[in-house]
């Protein structure tokens, strides 16, 4: 563990308020932009452009109107937010992009959010749907979620990945919500076999691993955004700091808090000097871009953590620490402050390298989890997962 993180990081409490006050900034820039529509997942020159309900990202957007709120109690957010519930229904009915896990993504940030802090039942039943789809997608011989496309297709079939993690909320969500066991028993099936297969025994991760349909066998793990099959992509494993905690909230296995510090001690090991990491863990320093946007994921994981430590556990308070140093290299160093013609939040981001996809721009995810961390450091917040 790095030693710097035993130390309580200065972070100050009128420098979250500075920087949630930029956020709000932004997302006033981006109301009448984003109406009807929703930017896309990540920047073109820094600059968001506009998309339709399509791909795994809008829930980011919506999800950053209802935490903006949820913290000023400003209607303007709330009507923003509710006035897009359409498209995201209009998504549900027609069945369009619906072939993938990201429904948690879409629908917990964008639904289930609305139904806790408003009571809108609508809402509610719109995300019982959206995780009727989800389940559908559960493989019960595999014991996972698939992924991506069609279920029969060979070259996804069997295809779990760890972003996953992020979407198994809505799952035990819908089971509370109905008294239905099979939306729970399918989202701690997957998360036990994401533990098992996705993570390495040297506590990296594979972003994507597949299964035998049929047999329910473990196959071989690949990346798909990560460097090498064998590295560890940096975002891959902020989801895992971050999802396998979510998981325990609902299931209480202490096995997932176990593996997460292992997980994160592992991530935490690799920083560079500003502690943002690089797009993949195989780089700790030189000219490979940073990918700010995993640093913001980790940093809600490390919090979540840290919660369920004990509170006399020295692992506790390091977490906690490391959460705050890196947010505020975040906040000083990687805020689009200075970028005027920007619309984003958090620069130095990377989609997907492999692929030139967003590669040091800002990503609407990095956006949303920079905003849910200053939430989670200011307030006693409660979760939309």
Not at 67 to 75: I, K, M, S
Request: include cysteine.
């Amino acid at each position: 563990m790095i030693e710097q993180f035993t130390a309580t990081k200065r972070l100050t409490r009128e420098r979250c308020d500075e920087a949630m006050a930029f956020i709000r900034q932004q997302i006033d820039r981006n109301l009448e932009t984003f109406v009807n529509t929703f930017p896309a997942e990540c920047s073109t020159n820094q600059v968001y452009e506009q998309v339709g309900n399509v791909a795994w990202t809008p829930g980011f957007w919506t999800g950053m109107l209802w935490l903006a709120f949820e913290v000023t109690g400003d209607e303007k957010y709330r009507l923003a937010a509710e006035n897009q519930l359409p498209s995201y229904r209009q998504r549900v009915d027609e069945k369009r992009y619906t072939e993938t896990h990201d429904l948690g993504f879409l629908y917990t940030l964008s639904c289930v959010s609305a139904y806790k802090l408003t009571g809108n039942e609508d809402a509610k039943q719109l995300a019982l749907e959206a995780a009727d789809l989800l389940y559908e997608r559960y493989l019960e011989k595999a014991g996972i979620i698939q992924a991506w496309g069609n279920l029969k297709d060979p070259k996804q079939q069997g295809r779990m990945i760890i972003d996953c993690l992020m979407n198994l909320p809505l799952l035990y969500w819908a089971s509370e919500v109905t008294g239905d066991q099979k939306y729970y028993d399918a989202a701690a099936s997957h998360v036990r076999q994401s533990a098992k297969y996705l993570i390495r025994e040297d506590a990296s991760s594979f972003h994507t691993f597949y299964m035998d349909t049929e047999t329910g066998e473990p196959k071989y793990g690949r990346t798909a955004q990560g460097y090498a099959d064998d590295s560890c992509w940096s975002r891959g494993q902020a989801w895992g700091i971050y999802g396998f905690p979510l998981s325990y909230r609902y299931t209480g296995d202490g096995e997932l808090i176990e593996l997460t510090t292992k997980l994160a001690n592992y991530f935490l090991d690799r920083l560079p000097e500003d502690l943002v990491c690089y797009w993949d863990l195989i780089f700790t320093d030189g000219p490979e871009e940073r990918d700010s946007s995993a640093a913001a994921i980790a940093v809600c994981g490390l919090l979540e953590t840290a919660k369920h430590l004990p509170l006399t556990d020295p692992t506790r308070r390091r977490y906690e620490n490391a959460a705050l140093s890196i947010l505020d290299s975040l906040i000083l160093h990687y805020m689009a402050r200075d970028v005027p013609e920007s619309n984003g939040i958090l620069l130095h981001a990377v989609y997907g390298k492999p692929n030139g996809t967003g590669i040091d721009e800002c990503c609407i995810w990095g956006d949303y989890y920079f905003y849910e961390a200053l939430v989670r450091v200011t307030r006693d917040w409660k979760l939309y997962w």
